[in-house]
C-alpha cells in the first residue's frame, strides 16, 4: 500500500521513455523476482485463508476478526523502525533467506496444530503475530536489496514496475486460489502452499550470484540514534513526508475496507470462500492491469498528475460498495468494480511512490526509509483491521462500510494538497 519542485535529469540518469537494457537479461534480477513473485502468491493464500480459519473453525466474531488482523500487522508498528536500523549493517539477503525459513516453519505450523486437533484461537494469533514479525525484517531488507542487484539506475523503474506487477499478479491469482483451496481442503491446510512459498523463496536467493555491496562500516553502533536518523530523513524530506502521509490513509482505509467486506460477505451475504476469494481476484485484475500501463502512462504524462489520478482513484473506490445494495448478484458486482477501481489506483501509484523513494534516500539510509515507511503503511493497515472489526460490531458492518467510504474520499482533499502532485519527473 502504498515522491519539490520538479528537476532535470542528471546526465547518466534516464528520463521517462529513455531505452535501456532490458531485465529480461539480468540472470540475478530474475531469479530473485521468481523467488518473490511466488512468495507473494503465498502470502495472498494466507491474507485470506487465516482469518477464514478463525471464522470457520472458532466462529470469531468480528472484533476478534479485527484483532486477528491487527496482530498480522501491528509488528510493523513496533519493530519495523529497529530491524531497518539494524538492516543497514548486514548483508540484506543472509537475512532475507533466514526470515523465510521462519516463516516457512511458523505457517507450516497451522495445519499441523489443526490436523492434531490442537489448534485454537489464541494460538493462531499468536502465530500470525509472529509470522507478521518476521515479515518485518524481510520487508525492510527485500525493497532496498533489490536495486543493488541493477547497477544501471535507469533500469531502476522497470525494478519497480517488475515487483509491482508481481504484487498484482499475486493479488489476481491469490485470492482465488485461496478461496479454492479453503473449499476443497479447509483453511488451515490451504496455508501449505504460502509455507511451500517461502521455501521457493529461500531457494531462489541461493542462487543469486551478484556480490552485495558490504555495508558501511560504523565507529560506533547507536541503533536509537539511527533510528532517529531514519525517521528524520523521511519526516524532513518533503517528498517523503507527503509520501508517507497519504500513504498512511490509503493503508488506514483499504484494509478497514477489504476487512469490513470479508465480515460482510461471510456473515451478512453468506458468500462460499470460493466466491469472497473470486470477488477479490477478479477485482484485482485491476492492480496487474496498472502494473502493466504505468511505465506508458509516466513516460507519457507529468508524474505528478498520473500519481494524484491513481491515488484518487484508489481512495474513491470505496464509494461504491457504501452504496451497494439490492439483489445480492448486484452487490457482489458493485463491490468487484470498487476494488477493481482500488487496485487499478494501488498498481499505477505504487510504481511511481517505490521509485521516489528510492530516488531521494542515499543507500545508507534504504533500510531505516522502508523501515518508517514500513512502520507507518502497515501500521496504517493495522489499525484500519481493528477499526474495521470494531466498528462493525458497534454499528453494524453496512453502517462501517459508509463510515469508512466517507473517511476514504476526506482523503483526496489532502491528496490535492500534495507536492508530490506537482512533479513532473522523478527528482535526481
Known amino acids: 500500500m502504498k515522491a519539490q519542485e520538479s528537476t532535470t535529469a542528471a546526465p547518466d540518469e534516464a528520463l521517462p521513455g529513455t531505452p535501456a537494457s532490458s531485465l529480461w537479461h539480468h540472470p540475478d534480477f530474475l ?11 503465498g502470502s495472498q493464500v494466507s491474507n485470506l485463508a487465516v482469518p477464514l480459519t ?18 498480522q500487522l501491528a509488528p510493523y508498528i513496533g519493530f519495523a523502525m529497529i530491524f531497518g536500523a539494524w538492516a543497514d549493517r548486514v548483508r540484506r539477503r543472509h537475512v532475507m533467506i533466514g526470515t523465510n525459513l521462519v516463516r516457512t516453519a511458523l505457517v507450516g505450523l497451522v495445519p499441523l496444530l489443526a490436523a492434531l486437533h490442537a489448534l485454537s484461537m489464541p494460538l493462531l ?18 525493497m532496498p536489496y533489490a536495486p543493488t542487484l541493477v547497477a544501471d539506475r535507469r533500469q531502476h523503474v522497470e525494478v519497480s514496475a517488475k515487483m509491482g506487477m508481481s504484487s498484482s499478479a499475486s493479488d489476481v491469482a491469490g485470492p482465488g ?33 551478484t556480490k552485495e555491496p558490504r555495508p558501511t562500516p560504523a565507529a560506533r553502533r547507536n541503533l536509537p540514534q539511527e533510528m532517529r536518523e531514519g525517521l528524520a530523513w523521511v519526516l524532513r524530506t518533503r517528498i517523503l513526508r507527503w509520501l508517507a502521509l497519504i500513504g498512511f490513509c490509503c493503508n488506514f482505509s483499504m484494509i478497514t475496507v477489504w476487512t469490513m467486506f470479508l465480515l460482510y460477505g461471510t456473515h451478512d451475504l453468506r458468500l462460499a470462500p470460493s466466491v469472497v476469494g473470486a470477488v477479490f481476484a477478479t477485482a484485482s485484475v485491476g492492480g496487474l492491469l496498472g502494473a502493466l500501463v504505468s511505465r506508458a502512462v509516466i513516460a507519457r504524462f507529468p508524474l505528478g498528475r498520473v ?53 531521494t534516500t542515499p543507500p545508507a539510509l534504504l533500510s531505516r526509509m522502508t523501515a518508517c515507511f514500513r512502520m507507518l503503511l502497515f501500521g496504517g493497515g493495522a489499525l484500519g483491521g481493528l477499526t474495521a472489526g470494531l466498528l462493525s460490531q458497534a454499528i453494524g458492518v453496512r453502517h462501517a462500510l459508509v463510515a469508512a467510504a466517507a473517511f ?21
Do not use: M
Not at 199 to 209: D, E, K, P, Q
Open 307 to 359: 500519481y494524484f489520478g491513481a491515488q484518487t482513484a484508489l481512495l474513491l473506490g470505496p464509494t461504491a460498495i457504501a452504496l451497494a445494495a439490492g439483489p445480492k448478484a448486484v452487490i457482489v458486482g458493485l463491490v468487484t468494480g470498487s476494488f477493481f477501481t482500488t487496485y487499478l489506483g494501488l498498481g499505477i501509484a505504487n510504481v511511481i511512490i517505490v521509485s521516489l523513494r528510492q530516488a
Open 408 to 428: 476514504s474520499a476526506a482523503v483526496v482533499v489532502a491528496l490535492a494538497a500534495s507536492p508530490v502532485c506537482r512533479l513532473r519527473e522523478l527528482p535526481r
Open 177 to 209: 486460489l485461496a478461496g479454492l483451496l479453503v473449499s476443497a481442503l479447509s483453511a488451515p491446510t490451504a496455508l501449505l502452499v504460502d509455507a511451500a512459498s517461502y521455501a521457493v523463496s529461500v531457494a531462489s536467493l541461493l542462487t543469486i550470484r
Open 31 to 41: 531469479r530473485f523476482w521468481f523467488g518473490e513473485t511466488v512468495s507473494l502468491f
Open 125 to 142: 494469533s499468536a502465530i500470525a503475530c509472529a509470522v507478521g514479525i518476521a515479515s518485518v525484517l524481510f520487508d525492510v531488507s527485500w
Open 54 to 71: 478463525a471464522i470457520a473453525t472458532f466462529h470469531a466474531s468480528d472484533a476478534q476478526v479485527g484483532l486477528l488482523r491487527f496482530l
